[in-house]
C-alpha cells in the first residue's frame, strides 16, 4: 500500500514537473504568430496589448478612407480595437523598381475576427483562390492598375489570419506549412532560430536582421532624410520593453571589435548633430510639450561598445507614444 502510494506522489511530481518545463519552455519560445513566418531578411513583432492600455489609441477619432470604412463595415474588424499582435517578414527583392519595390512583407496577425464575415467579404473582391493544406487563400490585387500586385490572404483559426504580398505562393504556401507543425515552440525561420536569443526578454516589440531594409537607399540606410553610415546589410536586433518607462534598446552587430568602436563614435556624432538641429527647431517652431518629450529622449540616449557590438538604448517617454500613437484627424470645414 505505502510502495503503491510513493509511486503515485513520484508519478504525480514528475508530471508536474514536466508541466512546468514544458511551460517554462513556451514563455521562451518566440511568440507564435511570428514562428509561423516563412524565410526573411527581417522579422519585425509588436504585442500590441500593452500599447493599447498604456495609449488608448483605439479609442481615439481616425479619418478612415472609403476603402478602409468599407472593410470594417463589411468584416466587423476594427484592426485599432481587433488586432493583438502581428508579425512581419520582410523579403529583399530582386528588382527594387518592380511592384513591391525594394521590399516584400508576409504577415501574420493575431486578434478578434468574424471568420465567416471576412470569408465571403474576400469572396467578393478576390480575383482567384485555392486550397492549400485544408485552408482558402484568397488572391486580391492592390495598388493601381499599372502597378497592381497580388496580396494572398488565408485565416489559419478564429483569431489567426496570415497575408502576403510576394509575387508567388511559396511564402503563404510556408505559413500555412508552418502552422500545421506549429507544436514545438521552438520551430520558425533560420533568421528567428539564430537571432531570438538576443532579444531582451519581456519585449513588447522587436526586430531582428536586416532591419534597414525598408530604409534603403542606394545601398546604404536612409531615415527622414539623413543617410546613416551603416550598410542596408547591417544586422540588427531592436526592441521595446516597459521597464517603469519604455526602455528602447538597439543591437548592432559587425564582423569585429575594431568596427563596433568605429560605429559607436559614428553613432555619438550623429546624436550629438541629431540634439542640435533638435534644438534649432524648437528655438524656430516651439511645440512645448513635444520639444520636452524629445528631449528627454535624446537627453537618456546611450550608445556604447560592448565587444563586436554598438549598443544603443533611450527611454522613450509615455507622452511621446501617446502623441504618436494618436491618429491625425482633419481639420473641420
Same mark, same amino acid.
Given at each position: ?12 511530481? !514528475? ?11 513556451? /514563455? &521562451? #519560445?518566440? *511568440?507564435?504568430?511570428?514562428?509561423? @513566418? ?94 492549400? !493544406? ?11 492598375? /499599372? &502597378? #497592381?500586385? *497580388?496580396?494572398?490572404?488565408?485565416? @489559419? ?177
Amino acid at each position: 500500500m505505502h510502495k503503491r502510494t510513493r509511486y503515485s506522489l513520484l508519478l504525480m511530481l !514528475a508530471l508536474m514537473a514536466a508541466l512546468i518545463v514544458a511551460l517554462v519552455l513556451r /514563455k &521562451a #519560445a518566440p *511568440p507564435e504568430v511570428a514562428r509561423l @513566418l516563412p524565410e526573411s531578411d527581417a522579422i519585425v513583432y509588436a504585442n500590441l496589448k500593452p500599447l493599447r492600455a498604456a495609449t488608448h489609441f483605439d479609442r481615439s477619432p481616425i479619418d478612415r478612407s472609403p476603402e478602409y470604412q468599407q472593410f470594417i463595415d463589411a468584416t466587423g474588424i476594427v484592426p485599432e480595437r481587433d488586432l493583438d499582435a502581428a508579425a512581419f517578414a520582410l523579403h529583399r527583392m530582386d528588382n527594387p523598381n518592380g511592384p513591391n519595390g525594394p521590399v516584400g512583407y508576409s504577415e501574420v496577425f493575431e486578434g478578434r475576427f468574424d471568420g465567416e464575415r471576412l470569408s465571403r467579404y474576400l469572396t467578393t473582391i478576390a480575383t482567384a483562390k485555392e486550397t492549400y !493544406a485544408d485552408h482558402d487563400i484568397f488572391t486580391i490585387r492592390v495598388g493601381d492598375a /499599372k &502597378a #497592381a500586385r *497580388p496580396l494572398r490572404i488565408a485565416q @489559419l483559426g478564429y483569431d489567426t489570419i496570415a497575408a502576403s504580398n510576394m509575387p508567388t505562393v511559396e511564402q503563404i504556401h510556408s505559413i500555412l506549412d508552418r502552422h500545421r507543425a506549429a507544436a514545438s515552440p521552438f520551430s520558425g525561420s533560420s533568421l528567428l532560430s539564430a537571432r531570438y536569443r538576443d532579444v531582451p526578454a519581456f519585449s513588447s516589440a522587436w526586430a531582428i536582421g536586416h532591419i534597414g531594409l525598408p530604409f534603403s537607399d542606394r545601398g546604404y540606410i536612409s531615415i527622414f532624410g539623413l543617410q546613416l553610415p551603416l550598410s542596408e546589410d547591417t544586422t540588427f536586433v531592436a526592441s521595446l520593453r516597459y521597464l517603469g518607462t519604455l526602455r528602447l534598446r538597439i543591437e548592432q552587430f559587425t564582423p569585429n571589435d575594431a568596427d563596433a568602436a568605429h560605429a559607436t563614435e559614428t553613432l555619438t556624432s550623429l546624436l550629438s548633430l541629431m540634439k542640435s538641429v533638435q534644438h534649432t527647431q524648437a528655438q524656430m517652431q516651439p511645440h512645448p510639450a513635444t520639444d520636452a518629450a524629445f528631449r528627454e529622449l535624446t537627453d537618456s540616449t546611450k550608445i556604447e561598445q560592448h565587444k563586436d557590438r554598438a549598443v544603443l538604448t533611450a527611454d522613450i517617454p509615455l507622452a511621446l507614444v501617446k502623441e504618436l500613437a494618436t491618429p491625425a484627424t482633419s481639420p473641420q470645414p
